[in-house]
């Protein structure tokens, strides 16, 4: 049985307002307009952004001829690799990057797209430099070479870098605290410039590491017949491989003589110095690859 209540139902419109006008479509908008500033900020923060990577992805898939109706399967495989360079690092990252190509070419997908739609999202994942990408090299030739005369066998702490770009080459001369910048588009040696150099750690310019382009494909080594000393040719890896040795006879050097060596981030050229004349001055050969 029903319990009577002990009086009527009554509802008024005034109370039915009250209970509900804080959800009342006058008071809405006025109150969204007050915490809109706050909360976009807040959302921008916490959501991911509607487009990450889609756009040169897509440009990439448009130059490799891939259907549109493809395009949705390799921006999945963009978005999860990306999430792969976020979560992991080192020989875990190469794993799951080897696993999850493998499974897409199982699907039936183009590996060679796969792979380039990965160097994409490498990039966009701050990775990889656009600007350096290492190019595909089997073999160096002579481009350039060119002598010193400011420099004499006692000055041992000078060597060549690259300046972080292909198209020049800074000449260190850590003994007499000066540079010389090598242009290599135009072949134009520069004119000595007065550089505090006296960080630089000269007898690391006579005994050298291994240098190697920005990804590391590209390693060149000197060969040297005896400790710290008598350097008779170079060596050129490519991927662990050697691909390439030159003798200081091949180069142009004196007997023994190459002193140093550093290559371009990508890998297209190398520049190797060593002794020309009887006098002992240095002497300066650019290599390219092809």
């Known amino acids: 049985m029903v319990r009577q209540r002990g009086v009527a139902r009554r509802s008024f419109s005034h109370r039915r307002v009250r209970r509900v006008q804080k959800y009342d479509h006058h008071v809405i908008p006025r109150r969204f307009k007050i915490y809109l500033s706050y909360m976009s900020v807040g959302l921008a923060a916490n959501m991911p952004p509607p487009v990450e990577c889609e756009e040169p992805t897509i440009d990439e898939l448009n130059s490799k001829g891939v259907p549109s109706e493809e395009h949705p399967y390799y921006l999945g495989f963009m978005k999860r ?6 979560k ?120 050298q590491q291994p240098t190697k382009s920005i990804y590391g494909t590209y390693v060149v080594t000197l060969n040297y017949t005896s400790y710290r000393e008598d350097c008779n040719r170079i060596r050129i890896y490519k991927n662990g491989v050697e691909i390439q040795n030159l003798t200081d006879a091949q180069l142009g050097f004196n007997a023994n003589t190459i002193k140093n060596v550093d290559i371009s981030p990508t890998g297209k050229f190398i520049i190797v110095s060593g002794e020309r004349t009887a006098t002992g001055n240095r002497g300066w050969v650019v290599l390219e690859g092809s």
């Open 81 to 86: 690799m990306l999430e792969l360079y976020r």
């Open 88 to 207: 992991f690092t080192g020989q875990t990252l190469q794993m799951e990057k080897d696993s999850l190509i493998a499974e897409y070419v199982y699907r039936g997908k183009d590996k060679d797209v796969l792979q380039q739609v990965q160097i994409v999202t490498e990039i966009c994942a701050g990775v990889r430099v656009p600007e350096l990408e290492e190019g595909d090299y089997s073999s160096y030739a002579i481009y350039d070479s060119f002598d010193d005369t400011d420099c004499s066998n006692a000055y041992m702490a000078q060597r060549a870098v690259f300046n972080g770009a292909e198209n020049k080459i800074i000449i260190l001369d850590a003994w007499n605290e000066r540079t010389k910048p090598y242009d290599i588009p135009t072949k134009v040696l520069g004119a000595v410039l007065a550089t505090d150099l006296s960080f630089y750690d000269q007898d690391g310019a006579w005994s």
